[in-house]
């Protein structure tokens, strides 16, 4: 579990996290989303214990990250988006460091055989960091956090710079990692969160703007529902009667046409759900309904929304 408490970290007096708290518990896939700048990179980094706060606490299965450093950071591998590599060491030299350098006291050969394969990066021991792919590159520096088997594993933006191959392969790698491990996941991609993770964290210029389960994201968005309806009828007659179903309060038709059908943009009143009166309404007049969809529902619709709402920063 990782607690964060009333962190703030200050830049002279702008601020570039403004009293940020949450929890993750065990067993958790956290997407912490944001734009860039948004204060992503800072929180990992204080969490990690490589940057000081200004004020407030982070605490790792009980142990505060600045009063019990060494034994906070024991239960953390992370993975920087910049990863920490000596490219001049081969991949097995590599791990070997690190696994001397973090103190390990499990079987040296047997841990690092297992890390490698979990990574995929066996067929790579005996080569040279700087020959290698991005991918692989990316797969060392998630190889050398899992290094000690910590349960808190942080990525700080895993898939930058990699094709849609290597996106996958990551991605795919991060889900497994979940079913043993606690995993925080740093990104700007919406797409990543929203395949990867069960819960996600919304940050904006140094404060939390949302934090839900990623199914229930669309409940933090107070606007009214709006649905795309394609409708076989004629257009203004079917936009009367669409205009006098209870909890629709706005419907806009559109220049858009399927043979017979047109298209609708239909607005229901906060928290009204209004898709089991309109099928009703369309049934009785015998005009068949070809297409129902949510507008502004998907995550990438949700992130602009929430960030949009948000002020600058204390300080600007």
Known sequence: MVEIKNLVKKYGNKYALDDISFT?????????????????????????????????TVVVDGKDILENALEAKKLIGY??????????????EYLDFVFELKGCTLNKAKHIDEICTITKITSVRER??????KGYKQRVGIAQALIGNP????????TVGLDPKQIIEVRNLIRNL??????????????????VCNRIVVINNGKIVADEKTE???????????????????????????????????????????????????????????RKKLFRTLAAKDWPMLGLEAVGTDLEDIFIRLTDKTGKKKGE
Do not use: C, W
């Open 24 to 56: 993750i518990n065990s067993g958790e896939i956290v997407g912490f989303l944001g734009p860039n700048g948004a204060g992503k990179s800072t929180t990992m980094n204080i969490v990690t214990g490589y940057l000081a706060s200004t004020s407030g």
């Open 79 to 92: 993975l920087p988006e910049q990863p920490p590599l000596y490219v001049d060491m081969t991949v097995q």
């Open 128 to 133: 040279l960091i700087k020959n290698l792919s």
């Open 151 to 158: 349960p808190i594993i942080i990525f700080d933006e895993p």
């Open 178 to 195: 979940g079913k043993t491990h606690t995993v925080i996941l740093s990104t700007h991609i919406l797409s990543e969160v929203q395949s």
């Open 216 to 274: 229930n994201l669309t409940k933090t968005i107070t606007e009214n529902l709006r649905y795309r309806v394609k409708v076989s009828g004629p257009q203004r007659e079917v936009t009367q009667a669409l205009r006098t179903i209870p909890g629709i309060v706005n419907v806009e038709a559109l220049n858009e046409r399927d043979a017979d059908a047109f298209v609708y943009i239909v607005e229901g009143a906060p928290n009204v759900d209004i």
